[in-house]
């Protein structure tokens, strides 16, 4: 399975870009990378998913280089409610096997 | 649309007790997990089913945890006897099909062992 490695934490203010960058350097052809929400007390929320170049949804965007040795999950304009732990799963592509979670990055947002 | 369900929230025992955890699926969900999650860590996957099968259970300490997925719906998981270092929460998820499809989770169940 393919490691990925994130930061631990990070801070940012209200109404800034967050942009939190995994490395995944043995990421194999029909893997996907797959981010999660995590906040206090409650279960992982899926955020987005992607294989290659951009994905954007409601939430979030994912930029993926061209050698997919890594990913980043940009948060536009964030807020208090966007305090949680992210994580950043690569995972194998026909699904016969479950993503794995890393410690993930624990987003502090300031006011 | 409901949610993954679970119960008990919380649970506490003594060590070498016993303890089950249920948990109930979205309707229509093939694929259901099984996390283990430590203060501080990421999930770890304990047991994946689709249906009623075993897909991966190569993390599951099979001398004192035991799941089923009895007719391809309901699960529950169980620790017999439970040892200080099972305390964590435990986490349920159901995903549609296949492992890359978005996994909804439940709340989970906080278990503390004595």
């Known amino acids: 399975l393919a490691k990925t490695t994130q930061p631990i934490s990070m801070d940012s203010y209200e109404g800034q870009e967050v942009n939190i960058t995994c490395s995944h350097n043995n990421i194999a052809t029909n893997d996907y990378i797959t981010w999660y929400q995590q906040f206090p007390s409650q279960g992982p929320r899926f955020i987005i998913q992607?294989?290659?170049t951009k994905v954007t949804n409601e939430v979030a965007s994912l930029f993926i280089p061209a050698d997919r040795k890594s990913s980043t999950l940009s948060l536009p304009r964030v807020s208090l409610s966007d305090t949680a732990v992210y994580y950043c799963?690569?995972?194998?592509?026909?699904?016969?096997?479950?993503?794995?979670f890393g410690s993930g990055t624990r987003l502090q947002v300031q006011p | 649309e409901a949610g993954v369900a679970q119960s008990p929230r919380y649970k506490i025992i003594e060590k070498r007790q016993s303890v089950a955890f249920w948990c109930n699926p979205i309707?229509?969900?093939?694929?259901l997990y099984w996390y283990q999650q430590i203060l501080g860590q990421g999930p770890k996957l304990l047991i994946q089913f689709q249906n009623n099968g075993v897909v991966d259970d190569s993390q599951l300490p099979k001398d004192r945890f035991s799941a089923e997925r009895l007719k391809g719906v309901d699960s529950t998981l169980k620790i017999q006897p439970a040892k200080l270092e099972d305390s964590a929460v435990y986490l349920c998820?159901?995903?549609?099909?296949?492992?890359?499809?978005?996994?909804?989770f439940g709340p989970g169940t906080r278990l503390t062992v004595l």
């Open positions: 799963l690569v995972g194998e592509g026909t699904g016969r096997r479950a993503l794995t």
């Open positions: 998820a159901s995903s549609l099909s296949i492992s890359t499809d978005t996994q909804y």
């Open positions: 309707s229509g969900h093939a694929t």
């Open positions: 992607g294989y290659k």
